[in-house]
């Protein structure tokens, strides 16, 4: 085995751990925005929620509570956490016993192609000169949201060049949401690909082999954003995760 086929075998299994993990994807059962509940009262959390500023109040046994963004409650096995996304604030529901998460882990885990060096390549990013554009596309929960775009990643495969519109994390590293001629067929309807922050030239490595499968082919609770227009390539990407369980062979 090559270095870099072991180390995709190494990448491969952490993520499965992190996915199958108690608090992780699978075992999201709920995200309730507070403004579809206005009483406070949301599905079986106990206390009442609202908004507050910059913050949730919970109020408990007659004690109030406050919450930032990215907050973690603890209810017993289960985890709370608070998000806010364009002002709307929820809460997030992680219970270490949902159905999916049972369900995965009588699965042979992600079903993912194995590393093929054809689908590494070299990339050059290229930053809108305006700096980042916020563009508004379709999430999974059918609401649209802005998604801060920071510039284009131009690669080629198989003599074919691509670009994808891609945001910039606060680490450097670049985000791509996209589809291709696999999507919605022999692979979920779209990806997430996560590469490496590009050098002073704009140069980094297009590994499609590490193509993830966004939250929400976990969870139907996740609000990810559905590609940006331009975003579907016209090839084939038969590589990287492709569905969110293989079934276990004997």
Known sequence: MT???????????ARTASVAAPHGPLSLT?????DDYPDGKLPAIPGEWRTDGD???RTLDGVETRFGPDATVALGERRLVVIVREGLWGVRDFDP???????????AGIDATPYDPRWSVEGRFTPYPDGTT????????GRKRALGLAGELAFTLAGQEHTLQVARQADGRLWAVFADATSGRTSYRFRFLYPAAPDADGRTT?????????????????VCPFPPPGNTLTVGIEAG??????PRTV
Do not use: Y
């Open 3 to 13: 270095d870099a086929a072991d180390a995709w075998k190494q990448w491969h299994e």
């Open 134 to 141: 916020d563009v508004r596309v379709e999430n999974a929960d």
């Open 97 to 107: 016993a949902a159905p999916a998460r049972a369900a995965f882990l009588e699965s």
């Open 241 to 246: 995760e492709r569905n969110p369980a293989a």
């Open 30 to 34: 709920g995200t309730h925005w507070l």
């Open 206 to 222: 297009v590994d499609l082999n590490r193509a993830t499968l966004p939250p929400c082919a976990f969870a139907d609770h996740f």
């Open 55 to 57: 913050a949730v109040v």
